[in-house]
Structures are given as C-alpha cells and as structure tokens.
C-alpha cells in the first residue's frame, strides 16, 4: 500500500516502484534481458540528449557496433558490463559447503562489508545490438558497474574485439528545481535504519530503549518540530526470516520456535512504532529481511504484520524500497542500502557516498539489479531509472556517517547524498532541517 497524503505538503512518489498486474502477468516466464532491454530504451534519448551538450550538435554520428571501423570516431549506445573474476556464480554458491562462498573476497573484519578481491584478469565490456566487445582507453573499472547505459565516442582499437573509448556519455540529468520563492516552513524530518529486531528480548533490548530514549527526547524537544520519522529497513534481523540460499531453505522449514521468534519481532517492531505515532508521522520502508518480498523493488510491509500501528491518532504509511517523496516541494529518494553496498563490493577505492554519487551520474538507482542483486523480472519498463533527480537521495545501513554535495548541472542544482549506518549497532539518527536544508545526527545511547 502506497500511503496517502497527511501533513503539510508531504506527497508520495512512489507509485513506478510498485508492481501494477501488466508486470505480474506471465513474469516467471520471463528472461531478465527484456529489464536490459527495457532499460536501455528508456534511457537511449537522454544519453543522445547529452551526447549532443557534450559533443556537439552534429558533431558526431551515432552507429551500431556491427558499424564501427578502425579509422572513424563513433557513438555506440549500449549497457557496460564489469566482468569480475572474484564475482560468485549461483552454482559456486549452491556447490559450497556452507552455502556461502566467500573465499573471492578480501578478509576483513567481522560485519564490514565484504568486497571482491582484485584480479589482473577483471575487465569491462560492452553490449550493443547483440555484440560484445572489450572496452580501452579512456575508462576505468572505477567508472562504472554492470548494467550502466551510457553512449561511448571513440573507434576500434588495433587488438579484434577491442573499442577504444575516447569519452564516454552519461544519460542527461533530469533536475526538477526547487521553488526559492517558496517559504520554508520551520520543520525536521527524521531518518533511522536498521533497527535489525530480532524477536529474543535480552538481544533487543539495547536497540528498543535506546529507541524509547529517542522518542522521550522527542516530547522534551518539541521546540525542533520534528515531524516525520522515516524508518528505513531491515526493521526485522535477517537471519530471523532468511535472505540467502541457506536461510531460505531453512525458512521454508520453520521450526515452531523460528515461527514464534519471527513473530515477536514483528510485536516489538509494531509495539516501538506505535509509541511515537502520536507524536509524529511515521513512513516504514521495507528492506531485505522484513516480511515481504526481496526482489527489487520492495512492495510494502503488508499492514497486517503492524495492527497496532494502524490505530494511531497519526498515520504509519508501509511504503516502497526505494521510497520516493516530496515535502514541501523537496524530494527525496531512500533505499535502505542493498543497492550501494552491492556497488561496494565491486570497487575498493568507493565510499557509499561515492557509490551513490556513481547512481546520480548513471541516472539508475540499483544498475546492478537484477544481475547480482535480485530483482523482479519486468518486461517493458524498468522501475529503477531514476526519472526526476531528488534534492536528497539518502542510504541506509551504512559503515559510516557521510554526506556529500553533488553538482549536477550548470544552474546549480544539486543533490546531497547521505549515508546512515544501521541503528542496531550505532544508535544513530539522522535529522534534516527544511527550513535551511542542514543535516545533522544525534545518538541515542541507552543500553543498560
């Protein structure tokens, strides 16, 4: 359920990331190359829109890879391919002894994110009309990931099966302006993620008082006029209900105390929510590991699993992952991280703000979706093309703290991406002032 509009000017843009019955119809027939597909159709004329910006009107001509020679600079439009020699298959992961493989990935420490080891044999590609070709020049692994459309300029290189990239070119940005003339009004919204429950009592319990804290802070800080909280997922511990091969298994073949486990975590979670909804409205986010599907993007947390919550003075809206919105004529985008840190995994040198700096410039939220994060199969559209670039894209579940500005076009526009890290492990909540757009965080530490 997409909720409705309740306070101020909050509007809910998320209506394109929720399946309509046209996508449903006949989808585990499909083949994923019809969401490529799709992609690259929707985005072709933007890439030619900026093609000419950045080339000229008439300066270049644009060609099928079949077309390309050796002694001419051309445009190619097509989808990057970042082929990965650490990268698991699904058939290693089956094949592995615990379900996992994770010998292709650097050792780090317990809980960071684990990331593909580098190897002299990772490369790029390039998929145009069919044809594949090994990219050169002037493009890095750094540049991109798998399942980015961009247009290259450039020709074929002395080696068969080789293009050499000049410039590559990105979609054309779409900004929607926010209003200056539009007063501000003197409000906060509020961010947290990952608050990970569990449903064992005595290994929650830090996370739930240091969750009531905040919400008695909220009655003693009235002045700050916060009045939204966005809840970004997993609100419930993955390893309660199962997100991967092994879990999934062992989920269709609950014991009883599983069952119950799972079912007290939705209580707390119901229970912690409900608490602050007299104070403030409340948006929860599914993420993976919440009971609803995993496949991108998310649909919402059905009401039912949240009865409680239902019946608050204010109103709890269960929405999409990615969740869009606008308030007060602002944007924003969240996603509760799968998609950054799936990004992260591929390249060492990124940060989250990075990854999602990368996702502003490839103008597609998850371009990774569905070849290494799962995804619906659509047919004829793809959900994750980012239409309308937010004022504040905003990722949960992160290692860290950040926040950067990105410039995204000649009049100044911006949009500032921040990172969050989980709420379980750092008891950190993010707030953004509308009034002067500044960002701040404040951890509510009450573990006993």
């Avoid at 046209?22 to 890439?47: C, H, P, T, W």
């Avoid at 939705?266 to 609803?292: E, F, N, R, W």
């Avoid at 040198?349 to 990075?354: E, H, I, P």
């Amino acid at each position: 359920m997409v909720g409705k509009e309740n306070s101020g000017s909050y509007r809910n843009l998320s209506e394109q990331f929720l399946l309509t019955q046209k996508d449903k119809k006949g989808a585990f027939n499909r083949q994923y190359f019809e969401l490529y597909d799709a992609r690259l159709k929707s985005l072709k004329g933007r890439i030619l829109e900026n093609a000419e910006n950045v080339l000229g009107k008439g300066n270049f001509e644009c060609v099928s890879l079949t077309d390309v020679t050796k002694t001419k600079d051309v445009l190619v439009i097509g989808m990057i391919l970042k082929k990965i020699a650490a990268k698991p298959s699904i058939l290693k992961t089956l094949l592995s002894e615990d379900k996992v493989a994770y010998e292709d990935y650097e050792d780090e420490e317990a809980g960071d994110l684990k990331r593909y080891t580098e190897n002299a044999e990772d490369h790029l590609e390039f998929e145009c009309d069919n044809q594949t070709v090994k990219l050169e020049g002037n493009i890095s692994m750094n540049d991109c990931a798998t399942g980015c459309c961009a247009g290259l300029f450039g020709k074929l290189g002395d080696e068969d099966g080789v293009f050499e990239v000049i410039r590559v070119i990105w979609p054309k940005i779409r900004v929607e302006p926010i209003d200056l003339k539009m007063k501000m009004r003197k409000s906060v919204i509020a961010f947290v993620s990952g608050l990970e429950l569990s449903g064992d009592l005595e290994e929650d319990n830090g996370t739930i008082s240091s969750f009531e804290y905040f919400g008695e802070w909220l009655k003693e800080e009235e002045e700050m006029n916060v009045e939204r909280l966005v809840v970004l997922g997993p609100s419930i511990d993955n390893n309660v209900v199962g997100c991967d091969v092994e879990s999934v298994v062992r989920t269709l073949t609950l014991s009883r105390q599983d069952k119950q486990m799972s079912t007290k975590a939705l209580t707390m979670l119901d229970k912690i929510i409900s608490s602050l909804t007299d104070q403030l409205d409340v948006d929860v986010s599914a993420g993976v590991g919440d009971p609803c599907s995993s496949l991108w993007p998310q649909p919402p947390i059905h009401r039912v699993c949240l009865p409680r919550s239902g019946m608050t003075k204010k109103q709890v809206n269960l929405v999409t992952n990615p969740y869009e919105f606008s308030l007060d004529g602002i944007r924003f985008l969240t996603t509760s991280g799968e998609n950054i840190d799936d990004l992260l995994k591929t390249c060492w040198k990124w940060k989250s703000v990075d990854a999602m700096e990368n996702c502003l410039k490839w103008q597609h939220i998850a371009p990774t979706c569905p070849d290494t994060l799962d995804g619906f199969p659509m047919a004829d559209r793809d959900p994750l093309i980012i239409s309308t670039t937010p004022r504040f894209m905003i990722c949960g579940n992160q290692s860290n703290c950040e926040v950067r500005n990105v410039a995204l076009d000649d009049r100044e526009n911006i949009c500032t991406c921040i990172s969050i890290p989980k709420f379980s492990k750092s008891r950190t909540i993010l707030f953004l002032n509308l009034e002067d757009l500044t960002v701040s965080w404040r951890v509510f530490q009450n573990d006993f």
